[in-house]
Every structure is written in structure tokens, then in C-alpha cells.
């Protein structure tokens, strides 16, 4: 799972939902991987006014990268963009769990794969 | 044809040979491939976007999103069609969730979302505790606050009979979108039918309408029937509304007095 797809998963939970606490999901026990993909800087353009900075900058914290800025960048500059794609893009957790700040529901992330189904009384 | 929401839920009916035998059919293939074309056609996207796959599958439509630029994360209910889409590595982010459930991003996050072949599910209650319109409600609740204002969703689906098409675009509707109807192939055997949903009327949308979604597209026809029936009743004599009543009950199948001369007269005293 992308660090860009952690910065818009909320908590599914019924009693989540306008809780401050429930955006964005921390990281537990997770475990990396890198995967080269081709830089596409329009897209990088288009997804960044809608990316959660403070959010991105706290997941990056839990997961070790502290290189990050603490203000979105204004202009993008090459490197910029290219240290953006590599902690956005390329940057996924393979196994672990996302923990909700506010109801403390874990969901399972296996092969990159999270679970988000939930049982039928916290929908 | 058979229809796979009548004989056991999503996540049961895509077992591990079922999923397998979806992916490799080359004619399932080739009308996902199609039918995915036809969606982005319809989004008529500016740029590389972000786009959310409802019910994704194993990354069919996936691949051709990723083959005009565009990043997707994906979400399904059946682990064995996302274990399929992890075999075939698709490039897309994927989820195990259920769109009845809701969409668990937060409000905006998406430029638009694409659903080939998945809403139909939803018309099934699988448990006694949940509802058709319950889950059907909480889905496109759930995708109009994803989705950002001037965003667009085409959602290709196969009702069984009106009465379901009628279910999923009136919740849509409900949940605030500006709906419309694309049929492709209409009356044949290979109907296909696309939703096509518009959030908020600010941004790329301003000022335009949702029939402005097809223009310019080949071949499509466009029927309004926002307006139907409305302009009508404008100026119309005690006697038509009479006979509209009576017309519009006689189509519900009750039992009506049939017209003559006097429909409609007044009794008046007669000496």
C-alpha cells in the first residue's frame, strides 16, 4: 500500500466518521518495501493541493523518514518532486496493521493488501 | 444469462477457480477493456488523475487506467480476486472492502471513480440485518463526499429489471449527485448501461449541465426526463385533470370508470 493511499483512508467506523482523531491512521508494526516506478510529475501536481501535509508529515514520522518538510512546498523544484514520488509513489508498507487515533479498531494490511471490512454492528 | 448476485454474495461466488476463470476468459477481457474505455470517455479527464476503482476485481479495468497515465486504488470484497490482481501485479493500491459498507477515504480525496460491472451487488441484502437501500444509501453517501467538487463518477452496471434501476439512481440521487443515463446498444442482448454522476457544480462543471457529459460522443442520443409531465399540467382544463388522474390510475392497473361525455361535468340540480 502507497504512503499517498494512507494519507486518505479515514477509520470506516460508524462513530469515526467527523472525529478529528480518526484522520489519519498510524502504523503499527509495519514493514517497508520500495518499488521503482516511473516519475510522473503532472500527477504530482494534481494530487499535492489535496494531500493532508500535517497527516503525511506525522505518517512519515511513525515510519522513520524525517527528511520531510514541515510546510508543503510552495514551487516544486526536480528534487522536490522527485523525493515527493519516492516517499508517495514508491514507498509501501507490505505487512502490518492501521490503527484508528480514535476507536483504536486495527485493520490488517497483509501483502499490501488492507482490510477494511468491518462486522456488521460498527458500520 | 445467469446472474451470479442471485446464487451466492460477492466474496463467496469469486472463490479462487471462479476469480481465475473471470480473469483469463478473453471474452470477459475484452468487454471489461471496452466498457472501461467507455468510462474514461465519459470522465473526459484533463490530466493524470487519481481515480478510485469500485470493485476492482483483479485489475482488469485497472491496466487501462494505468495505460492512459492515471494512478488508481482499487477496493473489492472477494480476497480471491484481489489475490488474482496481486498474481498479475497490477500497479494500482488495493483494498479488501465492501462498498455497502461505505468508502473509508476521507471528503475529497479523489478526482473521479470508475465502477465496471459491481453496483448491481449491492441490490442484495446478503443478512437480515442489513437492507438493499441501507447499503445502497451508504455507498453513494459515502462516494459523493470522496470525490471532489466538480469530480465525476461513471459507474457501468447490470440491473436485473427497472425496478433495480430505478433503486440505484434514485440513491444516487438522494446522496446529491447529478445523475444521468448512458445505454449503449440499447434493447440488445449486450445493453450496457453507465451511470454517470456529477458532484457539486463548481469547478470543471460550473454552470454546465450533466447532459453536457455526452456531447459531442457519437452516436448518443439524448433524452431528458427531468422535465417530463412537469409542463404539462401547466394551463390544463378541470376535465384533462380529470383524465390524467383517471389515465395515470388506469396504468397502476385500478379498476376505472371508462370515459364518456359526461366525465368530468358537473351535477348540477335539475329542476
Known amino acids: 500500500m502507497k504512503i499517498l493511499t494512507t494519507n486518505y483512508l479515514a477509520c470506516a467506523v460508524k462513530t469515526c466518521k467527523s472525529e478529528p482523531a480518526a484522520f489519519p491512521l498510524h ?18 501536481k494534481n494530487v499535492l493541493p489535496r494531500i493532508d501535509w500535517p497527516a503525511l508529515a506525522q505518517t512519515a514520522a511513525e515510519l522513520g523518514f524525517t527528511t520531510l518538510p514541515s510546510q508543503k512546498p510552495e514551487n516544486l523544484d526536480e528534487q522536490t518532486m522527485k523525493d515527493l514520488h519516492t516517499l508517495l509513489m514508491e514507498t509501501q508498507v507490505m505487512e502490518g496493521k492501521l490503527v484508528c487515533g480514535n476507536c483504536g479498531y486495527e485493520y490488517n ?15 | 444469462m445467469s446472474r451470479p ?14 476469480a481465475l476463470k473471470y480473469t483469463t476468459s478473453s471474452r470477459i477481457q475484452a468487454i471489461q477493456s471496452s466498457m472501461t474505455h467507455r468510462c474514461l470517455e465519459l470522465l473526459s479527464l484533463p490530466g493524470p488523475s487519481l481515480i478510485l476503482d469500485i470493485g476492482c476485481g483483479s485489475g482488469l479495468s485497472g491496466e487501462i487506467l494505468d495505460s492512459y497515465n492515471h494512478t488508481w486504488i482499487g477496493m473489492d470484497i472477494s480476497p480471491s480476486m484481489l489475490g488474482v490482481a496481486l498474481d498479475r501485479e497490477t500497479t494500482g493500491d488495493l483494498l479488501l472492502a ?15 471513480a470508475v465502477s465496471v460491472s459491481a453496483v ?8 437480515s440485518d442489513v437492507t438493499p437501500q441501507g447499503r445502497l444509501s451508504r455507498f453513494f453517501e459515502g462516494l459523493y463526499a470522496s470525490i471532489k467538487r466538480g469530480g465525476k463518477a ?25 445523475a444521468g443515463m448512458l445505454e449503449d446498444d440499447p434493447g440488445t442482448k449486450n ?36 422535465r417530463r409531465g412537469i409542463e404539462k399540467k401547466r394551463g390544463e382544463t378541470a376535465k384533462e385533470w380529470v383524465k390524467r388522474k383517471k389515465d395515470r390510475d388506469r396504468k397502476k392497473g385500478k379498476i376505472v370508470k371508462s370515459d364518456s361525455k359526461y366525465t368530468a361535468r358537473k351535477r348540477r340540480i335539475q329542476f
Open chain 2, 98 to 112: 465492501d462498498m455497502g459498507q461505505g468508502i473509508p477515504f476521507r471528503a475529497g480525496s479523489f478526482d473521479a
Open chain 1, 109 to 123: 494490511i497483509k501483502e499490501g493488501i488492507a482490510n477494511f471490512l468491518l462486522p456488521n454492528h460498527l458500520v
Open chain 2, 5 to 18: 448476485e442471485d446464487t451466492l454474495p460477492p466474496d463467496l461466488f469469486y472463490n479462487d477457480t471462479e
Open chain 2, 154 to 178: 461513471v459507474l457501468q452496471f447490470y440491473p436485473k429489471n427497472d425496478a433495480q434501476r430505478q433503486m440505484i439512481t434514485a440513491a444516487a440521487v438522494k446522496a446529491g449527485f447529478g
Open chain 1, 27 to 44: 502504523f503499527k508494526d509495519a514493514e517497508l518495501a520500495r518499488e521503482e516506478l516511473e516519475l510522473n510529475p503532472e500527477f504530482i
Open chain 2, 191 to 226: 445493453a450496457k448501461l453507465y451511470l454517470v454522476l456529477t458532484v457539486g457544480s463548481g469547478g470543471d462543471l460550473s454552470g454546465r449541465d450533466i447532459t453536457d457529459a455526452v456531447k459531442g460522443m457519437e452516436g448518443v442520443d439524448i433524452v431528458d426526463e427531468r
Open chain 2, 120 to 127: 448491481q451487488w449491492l441490490c442484495n441484502a446478503e443478512t
